[in-house]
């Protein structure tokens, strides 16, 4: 390649890496690094993570993924409900289990939270046998909360009490319309939280899916009953199994030292760099820094979602992004020492160390794709900015200072001659 | 500097540190994260610089006679409480006995982890640890797939395991006494610290070997042992190999010192095992290679 085409390409990736730098470090350029701020996890912007068990032994197999599905939409209606900003709701398999995981940033009262997601009803209906002496011997059926379409509030026209009108939707309807049929002059239970709240006796069969529960509502627990169906049931009940709260100004503190860390980490690695190979380090050094620039770049516009396991990995790779130049450095001594030119030197340097370059980042990268693929949560974002961060870094430490090499010191080498 | 002359010496020392590590781990045993074992971590503090760790076990247990609860002082005001797998319903119960008691507090960090949770991470740890060393030893074996003479390729890769093993054994053990000493736990993090150590240990052992292998088909036929060999391809990837653990150290060092405490034991782990990581590539699977290949 000659001269000025090299030039060009430097001069290409320097621009690159200064953009990607101001685009990543916020308080610089507001208009460029605005359009997409960082997304941060909840250990370090602070918030809650709740867990729940979702309980799909009621519900057959074919229907678990619309059910879970229909859980998600319901809670984060929920979340919504009390303006959390950006709720995630997730789900995570485990085995036969499935949870979900409800992440709520900023967030206040996250006991608050908790009773909210918690209170949302969950209604099933419930044959009873002939002869049942406690409710454990009603028999569950497949009708429940997940089927309702809306709810209204009414009163009975003689004794002016609240009830609750429930309408189910088409598949409900078609349920409850068998349902009501197969237990004409028979009680059939409601149930609300597992609670017995009615068990009215069936008169008739009843077709076009509206049900009314009378129980004993005041106007108060009609109202929210009819609040919580409209904002959606639960399709299926659920137990908080796991919770996780950190305060804001913790994580904003963990996130200041995890970059002073990184910081200090990076300057340590020049001194060292510059001492211990000089000019080439100078050139490492640059290599290194635009590294860290284009990495960043690409965490922020896909954007990755920074958790601190996640900066960790990341100020990992930071250290092992001059594995690569130490690499060729070292085969360039000893092409060197073998009476090679320096040019030619380097570039033997560069050609015969990235066999082990490549090799030495494989192994890296094999766990953090296992990682990735086995784990969940603060392992999986370590595991990302990890894997990234190598990919990332053997394309700058070769290409960046190879580029730089050229650049400046075959001008050199023709001085030196 | 002639490393296989002095082979046994960097052997023993090796030998006696793992031996030493697996003999923490069978007497003192590791103690399981509340992750992997269920149970509730409650970080707090307090305005009122006067609390005791005393009084807050007191108090807590006013509320709940034989609670089974751990109170530590991590700063001035600051606490870590440790508990069982409590409820949402307990956990406001205590928050309240605790600011009616002892004024405002403030939550830094709560979490409570049910313990079927746990179990399920801990057969995903295990699974995870399974794939990387099944997916290590395939890559040592796509590494030295070309026969080579006069070492047969699966030697190189069973002395890469031992080493493997070796800078496993070390980290564990270390805290195994932490955990004795300190009452420092295992948690997912120090499972992951160890699967990025195993990842780390291997590719500079690989380096070292294929160094080994190049120079035994350079001279191949001509007069010279194999301990020569030996000796000489590792003083040649001496400086490269201190030099690409070294920059890794001084970033962890920069993160042991200055990074938040909630990664302390994590980075700690992750720099022991690149230490003894570097220390095996050069001291122990060369030695080892050698030893095994004069016998035969």
Not at chain 1, 33 to 61: E, N
Not at chain 1, 138 to 151: E, H, M, P
Not at chain 2, 4 to 12: A, H, R, S, T
Not at chain 2, 35 to 64: C, H, N, P
Request: no cysteine; net charge positive.
């Amino acid at each position: 390649m000659n001269r000025p085409r090299l030039v060009f390409i430097l001069m290409l990736l320097v621009v690159v890496a200064i953009v990607a730098g101001i685009f990543s470090y916020e308080p610089f350029w507001k208009k460029i690094s605005a359009f997409r701020p960082w997304s941060l996890g909840l250990d370090l912007a602070g918030g809650s993570f709740l867990t729940y068990d979702v309980d799909l032994s009621q519900v057959s197999a074919l229907d678990r993924d619309s059910v879970v599905k229909g859980l998600r939409d319901v809670i984060e209606k929920r979340v919504n409900l009390f303006g959390v900003s950006e709720p995630r709701v997730y789900e995570e398999r485990a085995g036969e289990k499935t949870r979900l995981v409800v992440e709520l940033a900023g967030i206040k009262d996250v006991s608050q939270a908790i009773r909210e997601i918690g209170a949302t009803p969950f209604l099933d209906f419930r044959e009873v046998p002939e002869n049942a002496t406690n409710t454990e011997q009603f028999i569950k059926t497949s009708l429940n909360g997940r089927y309702v379409k809306g709810a209204q509030i009414s009163f009975d026209s003689v004794t002016r009490k609240p009830q609750v009108n429930i309408e189910f939707n088409d598949e409900g309807a078609k349920i409850f319309e068998n349902l009501t049929a197969k237990n004409v002059d028979k009680p059939l239970a409601i149930f609300l939280d597992e609670d017995l709240i009615e068990m009215p006796t069936v008169r008739e069969k009843i077709g076009g899916g509206k049900a009314q529960i009378t129980g004993a509502f005041t106007l108060d627990s009609a109202k929210q009953l009819v609040e919580r169906f409209n904002a959606g049931a639960l399709p299926a009940p659920i137990t908080l199994v796991n919770q996780q709260t950190i305060s804001a100004d913790f994580g904003k503190d963990s996130l200041a030292k995890a970059i002073l860390a990184g910081a200090i980490g990076t300057l340590v690695i020049i001194i060292f760099m510059m001492i211990y190979y000089r000019v080439f380090g100078i050139f490492a050094s640059v290599a290194l820094l635009m590294y860290i620039a284009l990495a960043l770049a690409v965490f922020k516009i896909f954007p990755i979602t920074m958790t601190l396991a996640g900066i960790a990995g990341f100020i990992l790779s930071i250290g092992m992004a001059v594995d690569a130049n130490i690499l060729v450095f070292e085969r360039t001594k000893e092409e060197k020492r073998k009476g090679f030119y320096l040019g030619t030197a380097i570039e033997e340097g560069f050609k015969r160390a990235w066999p082990s370059i490549r090799d030495s980042n494989i192994s890296t990268l094999i766990t953090s794709a296992v990682l990735y693929y086995l784990t969940s949560g603060f392992v999986r974002g370590f595991a990302l900015t990890l894997f990234i961060g190598v990919v990332i870094s053997m394309f700058s430490a070769i290409t960046i200072s190879r580029t730089l090499l050229r650049v400046f010191m075959k001008g050199k080498e023709v001085v030196a001659k | 500097m002639d490393l296989i002359k002095n082979k046994n010496y960097f052997l023993g020392f090796s030998v006696a540190l793992v031996l030493t590590s697996w003999l923490l781990i069978a007497f003192l045993g590791l103690k399981p994260g509340i992750d992997l074992k269920g149970g509730t971590v409650w970080q707090i503090s307090f305005q009122k610089a006067d609390v005791s760790e005393e009084s807050i076990r007191s108090a807590l247990r006013e509320e709940e006679s034989n609670l089974d609860v751990l109170v530590k002082k991590s700063s001035e005001g600051s606490f870590i409480i440790r508990l069982g797998d409590i409820g949402e319903e307990a956990h406001q119960k205590y928050s309240k006995a605790l600011s009616d008691k002892f004024g405002d507090l403030e939550e830094k960090n709560f979490s409570s982890i049910g313990p079927t949770v746990g179990s399920e991470l801990r057969r995903k740890a295990t699974w995870a640890i399974l794939a990387v060393i099944l997916g290590i030893s395939l890559y040592i074996a796509w590494a030295f797939r070309k026969v080579s003479e006069p070492i047969k390729s699966w030697k190189y890769g069973i002395a890469t395991l031992i080493s493997l093993l070796h800078d496993v054994s070390i980290p564990t053990g270390m805290l195994a006494l932490l955990g004795y000493w300190k009452g420092i736990e295992i948690d997912t993090n120090f499972i992951v610290a160890l699967l990025v150590v195993m990842g780390f240990s291997v590719h500079d052992t690989i380096v070292v070997f294929d160094r080994i292998r190049e120079n035994l088909l350079i001279n191949r036929g001509r007069k010279i042992t194999l301990g020569e060999i030996i000796n000489y391809s590792i003083n040649e990837t001496l400086v490269r190999s201190i030099n690409t653990s070294l920059t890794l150290m001084l970033v962890l060092v920069a993160l042991l010192v200055f990074g938040p405490p909630t990664l302390f034991y994590f980075v700690l782990t992750i720099l022991v095992g690149t230490i003894f990581g570097t220390y095996s590539s050069i001291f122990v699977a060369s030695p080892l290679l050698y030893l095994w290949q004069k016998k035969s």
